[in-house]
């Protein structure tokens, strides 16, 4: 039987992973468009900060519930979305993990996170594309193009949003740390939080 302690965390989680599936959602229509079909958009610091923040599930969860739907919700984007939510929780639950273990400075983590966490999205979206584009019949070289093309925009929208996750991330975190979802959510385990 679970503690009320254990309870509560349970949802904290879900309504934390629902409000970052928000803000995900929200961050994708900030965007600028691209000639190539691409958009820089500000969808993909709110994947990173989920993670750094949340952790590897919430973060991943969050992320790719956020991602899907806003591909959901667009007619141009529709049949992406369950790509997208593959590619997003990975991105989210990469940073999420990478953020919890490893390297001691906190800074030093955080960032590297949200660097690897970007890279893991970026190479599975350039899968994503040269796959469809070979679906579509296009040639080989014509695919390459494409994947070119898309991985100028991806790096910079990916460059992008380690820039606003990490501050962000910061700043969040000492904010959360004085409040019950930040006990519970941020600081570890369900022990540790209750000790404070």
């Known amino acids: 039987m679970k503690s009320i302690a ?6 904290y989680k879900i309504v934390t992973a629902g409000l ?4 995900v959602y ?3 229509f900030i965007s600028i468009p691209l000639p190539n079909d691409a958009r820089i958009h500000v969808g993909n610091s709110m994947c990173l900060l989920a993670g750094l923040l949340f952790g590897g599930v919430t973060g991943g969860v969050s ?3 956020g991602g899907a739907m806003y591909d959901l919700f667009n007619p141009k984007y529709i049949t992406s979305a369950p790509f997208t939510f593959i590619n997003k ?4 639950w990469t ?3 990478l953020n ?7 800074f030093a983590r955080a960032v590297l996170a949200a660097i690897v966490g970007q890279i893991v999205y970026i190479i599975l979206y350039l899968g994503k594309t040269f796959a469809a584009e070979l679906i579509k019949g296009n040639a080989f070289g014509t695919a390459m193009v494409m994947v070119g093309e898309k991985a100028l925009s991806s790096t910079f929208n990916g460059f992008i949003a380690v820039v606003i996750s990490i501050p962000l991330y910061f700043a969040i975190k000492a904010a959360l740390e004085r409040t019950p979802i930040g006990k519970y959510m ?4 369900v022990k540790e939080a209750e000790a404070k």
Do not use: D, H, T, Y
């Not at 254990?6 to 949802?11: M, T």
């Not at 929780?89 to 989210?92: D, L, P, S, V, Y």
């Not at 941020?186 to 385990?189: E, K, Y």
């Open 26 to 28: 929200a961050g994708n």
């Open 95 to 97: 940073a999420g993990v």
């Open 63 to 65: 992320s790719g519930i």
């Open 20 to 23: 970052m599936a928000a803000l």
């Open 186 to 189: 941020i600081m570890g385990s």
């Open 89 to 92: 929780f990975a991105m989210g």
């Open 6 to 11: 254990e309870k509560r965390k349970l949802i």
């Open 100 to 106: 919890r273990r490893g390297v001691k400075n906190e």
